[in-house]
Each structure stands twice: as C-alpha cells, then as structure tokens.
C-alpha cells in the first residue's frame, strides 16, 4: 500500500484520541503528562505530514518545532509542579489537587 | 506509580463511570468524527520531494529567515521555564528544617499516617466524605 497523507492524518488522529482518553481516564498527574506529550506529538505529526504535500516550504516543520520548543517548557514546569504538589499533599492524583477549590 | 509506594494509594472509585462517559465521548466522537475523512478509497500519494526538502540546510534557512523572531523568543521560553522549574522545585529555604508540624494550617499539612501505612483501608473510606 503506498502510504498518503490520508494515513498520517489518521495514525495522528489515533494518537490525538489515545491521549486524550488516557488524560481523561487516569488520574495521575505523571501518566496524565505523558498523555499531553502523546497528543502534542500527534499534532507534530499531522503537520510534517501535511508540510510533505507542500515541499516548496518549510512551514510545517518550523511549526513543529515550536511546538516542540513549548512542550520541552511545559514539562518542566509540570514536573516541577507535580514534585510541589507531592511535597505538599504525599500524592500525585489530579482529583487530590483542590487546594484551591476551599 | 512512579514516586514510590506512598505517591500511589489505592484507587478511589469515585465518579469511576463518570470518568469513563467522559473518555469515552471524547475518543468515540473523535474517531468517528475525523476517521472516515481521513480514510478515503484513494490515497493521496505524495509526489517525490526535492532533494533539499527537510534537509538541514533548507530547514535553517526557513527557520532563520522566516522564524527568526519566535526562535529567540523560544529560547528566552526556555530559558523563563527552566528558571520558574527550578524555583518552585526548589520550594522554600529551610522548609523542610521547621515547617514540618505545618505552619500553614489551612494547606492540607503531611500527613503521617499517609507515608506510614499507604495500604490502609482507612484512606478510601475516610476519604469518601469529601464532597
């Protein structure tokens, strides 16, 4: 099968869904994490492949790598709030965040 | 799961099914939305790329003459990150030497009884009156 762009879209839909279904159903911080990179790199994804059908430019790939610049940014906050959070509260679960819902 | 023992109480199975609707929507409107348009009979095939395409070469000229602005702005992203990171990881001077009996009360201080026995039946129960 010659593989288009059809497929791309697809394979990143997939990833889009599987990491948004693992952000809404597991409730550790950490996991809930992975998923968010799950679905910023199904994003990457979908741009490389549409950047393909158009090789006069570039466009695609410099967007991807802002996104990839942002995603490095938001893993260290995140962990860093994640290590705040479990100092504070001995625990990672997301529903246990309600420090300020008081 | 991935800070030990005590970072992992047992699973709370409250609003479990809700949860799980939510998911569920989510994932299922998605891949019924977008699959079928993304699966058609025919398969756009993509032509042969010129040589240069993705090559180191053109992807810096793209980046620097097109993206010279955001790409320094990235960096002073990265840069902000990598500070704000250090900063709340670090957390405060001498935290851990004085302030262990909680000298912010309405913080939700350590409890002991947490770190001592994790597996408690007594987390999940006492846990359920929260509203």
């Known amino acids: ?102 | 799961m991935l800070l030990g023992v005590s970072a992992d109480p047992p699973e709370d199975t409250r609003g479990r099914v809700a949860r799980g609707v939510r998911a569920a929507v989510f994932g299922l409107s998605l891949f019924v939305a977008i699959l079928p348009l993304t699966i058609s009979a025919h398969a756009h095939v993509i032509g042969p790329a010129t040589p240069d395409f993705g090559s180191i070469d053109s992807f810096g000229w793209s980046l620097y003459n097109g993206a010279i602005v955001p790409f320094e702005l990235s960096s002073a992203l990265l840069m902000v990150a990598v500070l704000g990171a250090v900063a709340v990881a670090r957390g405060r001077q001498g935290e851990l030497a004085h302030t262990m009996p909680s000298s912010q009360p309405g913080l939700a201080p350590l409890e002991p009884s947490r770190l001592d026995e994790p597996r408690s039946p007594s987390l999940g129960v006492g846990e359920g009156a929260k509203p």
């Open chain 1, 1 to 102: 099968v010659i593989l288009g762009t059809e497929h791309y879209v697809a394979l990143s839909t997939v990833l889009f869904g599987l990491g948004g279904v693992g952000f809404l159903l597991r409730r550790n911080v950490l996991v809930q994490l992975m998923s968010l990179e799950v679905m910023l790199n199904a994003v990457n994804l979908a741009l490389i492949a549409f950047n393909r059908t158009r090789p006069d430019a570039h466009t695609g790939q410099v967007f991807a790598f802002f996104v990839i610049a942002v995603e490095a940014a938001e893993v260290a906050v995140g962990l860093a709030v994640v290590l705040s959070m479990f100092r504070l509260r001995r625990t990672v679960r997301s529903d246990e965040a309600d420090l300020l819902k008081h």
